[in-house]
């Protein structure tokens, strides 16, 4: 027996990868050499005398670039003439392979077809049509949802229309329908001889449940079974797996519950808590050195999640050099936050000699990319989006910009084809194919034909020509608006009349969570761009204007030319798994991270601070945090407070932030920073607030046009700067520049603290450089810039 490679494992890890008596739970901490345990214990049981063969074993993953590795790395071990005979892969794709030999049990033929998520919709969407339902209410994708997770918790559909609980909530978000809609939908998938992903777990365990000779030779072949990630599995999957290890006992799961961060999913974080009640007979190991990360960071990260009540206690240690504080960065607002991280990437390379993929700036949601993306560009620093797509690539923002397009010109065709039809107004494709032949047959514009319909020969019926005169005068209506509003002004105005807002509030799913979050930092995006160029001169900010600037940078997202080294940018949901030498957390403000959708629940509470956990874990070298004071959300610039989970961490491991140029101890730093952050903790936790399209049921059964108005702030050409005495200007002959100077030391509301370089120019075209911390050298004019004067001790560093 060639076991060479177990003197490569520490004691603990040896332990784990040895033991054969019985169930065995591998508890192992971030970067705790969990892949190798698995693989190691794996060879280890093929090549044991009297051990087991290859296709004895049955190795399951959740992804299958994990299988391969896995598998890749035991060949190395055992030669893959025997690993090839592993049964290892993920939950699907073995249990597909299964039912494939087994479909007759089941009334299906071993050549069914397995449905994508995308074939799922377009047939929910089939029945929804069929049974006289509103695609707008009963949205194929929130129906979706709603069966995927009654099949992951084994309901069927008689189950599910049984189930009061089901049905009342059901009700309530005003889709009775849906019992009926999962019946038919099972039904057609049997006809059609199809299964969905989902279908894979629940007809495994079907299978099992209703043949047990199927289940007694299953049970023979598979002698041992390993799972890995143990705290992702959901209630079927961990009941298929119980069904085959409950009489042999034979059973290995892998995972770490500090890392169970997708119950959204379907993931249940008791199938790990609770495996030894399950499996009474369990002997657990428990991986506590961390192979990754410097001591600091692990124990910063041991801090954090020991506030956690519901978890399997560990004390996971690093060996490596002891490493620099966690630097916490405090900034004015969120587009200063963009800047101080670019700042300090540019520094660590500068000093440090990495390489820009050497970096990785992980956020709570998708939407808060924007702001770093525009940073990075800025200074011309490579990045990418982790699997995602750059904030101006994502769908949702491509149909308001192709809105945005069409206002300003109503001849561009690929806009108009694009939102013709979105939201749905009726318009199908078939009328789309009318107007494209008639432009194309008279040689004008879509738009021209749209115009004068009847003129072009347009065959269509008086309902569609209802639609398109509809459609023409809400485009002409934003037209003529134009002239009289800004971009944000004209934005939010289309981004709101035109039906998008409401569409994406309607479905609460996280996917279009994340959709409404983006379209939200859209708007956001405007207002800065409207804010910024109005202080630097330009009073009038078109829509026009805001085009040519995305212009620009969509042109870079479309530049594939070069591959090289680049930035990371991703959820923590997406980083875990991953590490980088160096690593940014950014914004950590309540009701951000943790999401404000956490409202009192404390189970919601401990994923929120299990996501925080694996993201400060993913860092080697230095790991930093950082929070905004203000950050303009849902139509408006908002005040945050400082995450209550850094006030979880150990102040010792942390770097805090400190007033510029005001000298202060460590301690009474340390003191004051604790004492802003419960401040805030205990501001934020009796203060309630309702983001956008996360309404109550009261607001929803209001007008939309009133639900929507809220987010629509203030006109930016009546905002008025503040002056020396932090009262707001009133008119223009309220100079803002009274006792302004070179020297002087000024605080914005978006760029931080800054310093007068110059001024010049009188009355209302009186004009400031000011040299920002971290924001650079910006002319502002001073009648509209945002900003007061601060203490002239003041010193920027």
Sequence with gaps: MNTNYI?????????????DDGPSLVIAGAGSGKTRVLTYKIAYLLEKENGYNPWNILALTFTNKA??????RIGRQVGMKLARYLWMGTFHSVFSRILRAEAHHIGFTSQFTIYDSADSKSLLRSIIKEMGLDEKTYKPGSIQARISNAKNHLVSPAGYAANKEAYEGDAAAKMPAIRDIYSRYWDRCRQAGAMDFDDLLFYTYILFRDFPEV????RDQFRYVLVDEYQDTNFAQHSIVLQLTKENQHVCVVGDDAQSIYSFRGADIDNILYFTKVYPNTKVFKLEQNYRSTQTIVCAANSLIKKNERQIRKEVFSEK??????????????VEEGDIVANKIAELRRVNDYSYADFAILYRTNAQSRIFEEAL???????KIYGGLSFYQRKEIKDVIAYFRLVVNPNDEEAFKRIINYPARGIGDTTVGKIITAATDNSVSLWNVLCEPLSYGLAINKGTHTKLQGFHELIEGFIADQ?????YEIGTDIIRQSGIINDVCQDTSPENLSRKENIEELVNGINDFCALRQEEGNPNISLTDFLSEIALLTDQDSDKADDGEKITLMTVHSA???????????????????????????????EERRLFYVAITRAEEHCFLSFAKTRFRYGKMEFGSPSRFLRDIDMHYLQLPHEVGVSRSVDEGAGRFRREIEGGFTRSASSKRTPLGNFSSEQERRPKEQIIAPTVPRNLKKVSSVSNNNTSATSSSQSPIQGISAGQMIEHERFGLGEVVKVEGTGDNAKATIHFKNAGDKQLLLRFARFKIVDSNTQIL
Aim: net charge negative; charged share 30%; aromatic share 12%.
């Design 576 to 606: 875990k798994g991953l590490e980088f030498k160096n690593v940014f957390v950014v914004g950590l403000e309540e009701n951000l991270f943790p999401s404000g959708m956490v409202g009192d629940s404390p189970r919601a509470l401990e």
């Design 321 to 334: 050099e002891k490493g620099e504080l966690i630097g916490v960065f405090q900034a004015y607002s969120d």
């Design 483 to 487: 002239s009289d509003k800004n971009a």
């Design 7 to 19: 003197e490569e494992l520490n004691e603990s890890q040896y332990n784990a990868v040895t033991y």
């Design 215 to 218: 289940l007694a030779r299953y």
């Design 377 to 383: 560009r800025k200074r011309s620093i490579p990045y």
């Design 67 to 72: 299988a391969r590795e896995m598998k890749e």
